[in-house]
Structure formats: C-alpha cells, structure tokens
T-cell receptor, first 113, second 112 residues
Framework: DAGITQSPRHKVTETGTPVTLRCHQT?????MYWYRQDPGHGLRLIHY???????DKGEVSDGYSVSRSKTEDFLLTLESATSSQTSVYFC????????????FGPGTRLLVL | SQQGEEDPQALSIQEGENATMNCSYK?????LQWYRQNSGRGLVHLIL?????REKHSGRLRVTLDTSKKSSSLLITASRAADTASYFC????????????FGQGTRLTINP
C-alpha cells in the first residue's frame, strides 16, 4: 500500500465551524489531490497540488481551500462547514515519473450537522 | 460535470462467471483507468489504457478502449467472491498534473 494516511478518519462538526483535514504521505510524490465522494456522483476533484505551495482548483472547489507547505502534507480546509459538505473525502498522490496512476488514502468521513 | 458514465450501475453474478462493465465518456482523453473500491475503503488502481491503445490485459482483467465511440469496457474473467466491490472508470487528461474524472461506478456482487 502506498504510504498515505488521512486524519481524522471520522469527524462530526456543526454548520459554520472550520474544519481541516490532513493528508500525509511518505512516498515523496510530487502530486497530491483531494476528492469528495458522494452517492450518485462518484469521486469529484476538489483541489490538487503539483508541488510545495503550488495548488490549483478542481471541479468542485467552492467552499474549500488547500495548503501545501511541505512535500508530505496536503491540508484541506472548510472555512465554514455546510451540510452540503457532508461527504467522504479522499486524498490521492501520484509521482512525477508515473503521474498517470493515483494512489488513494483510506478516506475521511465528515458529517456536518 | 460527469465524464464517465458506467453501465450497469449494479451487477450480480455467480462465482466463476465473467463480469463485464462499460464506461462511456464525452471529451478527449490521454488515458482511461479502472479502479476498485471495497466497502468503506479507498480506491485501488487496477489497470490503465492509453488513448492510442485498444486492448490491455492484466491477470484476469481485460480492458478495451474505443476512442471513436468514446467507450471502454472492463472484463473480469472467472470471478471470485473477493471481486465483490465497486468498480470505477476514470478518464485522465494531463494538463500539468493529471486530472481524473470518475464515473459513478458499478457495484459488482459475486455470489458463491
């Protein structure tokens, strides 16, 4: 298994509170991605990073921000959580030499009440 | 917007039978990939086929790609109970980083 961990694995929060999810990799891969998975929608790309401090928006980036200050960590922040952000969030990584293949973390289940 | 549309949404077969899942997409791609997801787990990469390839094999998996019809199929031969999972196609387009756009998935159940 690729060395990817996500924390927390489960979180319950209230509407309007800030939430930060962390993705940590031990593979020294260049590219990191955040997806959300919802019934009927498959996985949708939120944000991605192509290097330290280099990030860009994905398909469903509204309401989310990201930061990458170190190669191994990619943070996803919900500035003010809403119920529509209740979802399962997955981090993925890919390497510069084989960026086509992405390796996924175990996911974080987020419930916004 | 959804790129990959998968068919069927659910498939139930007997152990030992073959399972076929289909994926259609809308725009140009560099590659198409298939991933498996066991319940409550992350996705696992199965196989990748590039836009200039027509067929690829990996163990019991066979994937085909028809770029003129913008469609792909995944065949799992001699299915096993452990193949029970959801299967997702994802189209890849490299624009700096590779961006994957996933379909909604096919839920495969293998009955013993």
């Amino acid at each position: 298994d690729a060395g990817i961990t996500q924390s927390p694995r489960h979180k319950v929060t209230e509407t309007g509170t800030p939430v930060t999810l962390r993705c940590h990799q031990t593979e020294n891969h260049r590219y990191m991605y955040w997806y959300r998975q919802d019934p009927g929608h498959g996985l949708r790309l939120i944000h991605y990073s192509y290097g330290v401090k280099d990030t860009d928006k994905g398909e469903v980036s509204d309401g989310y921000s990201v930061s990458r200050s170190k190669t191994e960590d990619f943070l996803l922040t919900l500035e003010s959580a809403t119920s529509s952000q209740t979802s399962v969030y997955f981090c993925a990584i890919s390497d510069m030499g084989n960026q086509e293949t992405q390796y996924f973390g175990p996911g974080t289940r987020l419930l916004v009440l | 917007s959804q790129q990959g549309e998968e068919d069927p949404q659910a498939l139930s077969i007997q152990e030992g039978e073959n399972a076929t899942m289909n994926c259609s997409y809308k725009t140009s791609i560099n590659n198409l990939q298939w991933y498996r997801q066991n319940s409550g787990r992350g996705l696992v990469h199965l196989i990748l086929i590039r836009s200039n390839e027509r067929e690829k094999h990996s163990g019991r998996l066979r994937v085909t790609l028809d770029t003129s019809k913008k469609s792909s199929s995944l065949l799992i031969t001699a299915s096993r109970a452990a193949d029970t999972a959801s299967y997702f196609c994802a189209t890849g387009l490299i624009q700096g980083a590779q961006k994957l756009v996933f379909g909604q998935g096919t839920r495969l159940t293998i009955n013993p």
